[in-house]
């Protein structure tokens, strides 16, 4: 079994944690021998085994849930790269073509629109009025596209995620909970 051994001048105990990726991260104090940090690890092997195969179990539920979704998988930082500039104008006309129709509704003034490369974001509305979108936004269904991009225009009139934000949100989109909740499944958040 594999696993990483993190030296920690405060920690007076061994301690093991098991990550969702499935790595093994094992603290130990300072002065802990070798020979005491392995036989710890192998008196807890059957529970990091576990441990490591119920986050997996979960991830591939997690993995056929989104692909029922039609949602993207996750790839390394070269596919994704290869990935953004096969889709980024794509994305950029999908956006701008879903705003204009999208904001018909509200009538609100924004700045430019950005295509972006985010790990962490599906979307964002600067303080200038500026609008970042994920490019993966035009790989989604089309509801939960919506929901990004009216989130985002709905920052336009309120800078926070007040209940008068909500309910600005909810005029077009009903049942924005769910598509959120759908969408946090998929590790990326909102500004």
């Not at 944690?17 to 104090?29: E, K, L, N, Y």
């Not at 692909?67 to 999908?94: H, N, V």
């Not at 985002?152 to 924005?176: G, M, Q, T, Y």
Request: aromatic fraction near 10%; proline fraction near 3%; charge should be positive.
């Amino acid at each position: 079994m594999e696993y990483i051994i993190k030296k920690n001048k405060r920690s007076k105990n061994l301690r093991i944690i098991v990550h969702q990726d499935g790595r093994v991260v094992v603290t130990a104090p300072i002065r802990a021998p070798l020979y005491l940090v392995k036989k710890f690890v192998e008196s807890r092997e059957e529970w990091i085994e576990e441990r490591v195969e119920n986050f997996l179990k979960k991830k591939i539920e997690v993995e056929k849930e989104n692909e029922k979704l039609g949602i993207p998988k996750k790839m390394t930082k070269a596919e994704q790269m290869k990935d953004y500039k096969k889709y980024k104008e794509s994305a950029r006309e999908f956006v701008e073509s879903r705003i204009i129709d999208l904001n018909k509704f509200y009538n609100f003034e924004y700045g430019k629109i950005a295509i972006r490369n985010q790990s962490t974001r599906w979307g964002s509305c600067s303080r200038k009025k500026n609008l970042n979108f994920n490019y993966k936004i035009v790989k989604l269904p089309s509801h939960m596209a919506d929901y990004i991009i009216v989130h985002e225009l709905c920052h336009l009139a309120h800078f926070n995620h007040s209940k008068n934000f909500w309910d600005l949100v909810e005029r077009i989109v009903p049942d924005h909970i769910e598509i959120r909740r759908q969408l946090h499944k998929m590790g990326l958040s909102f500004d």
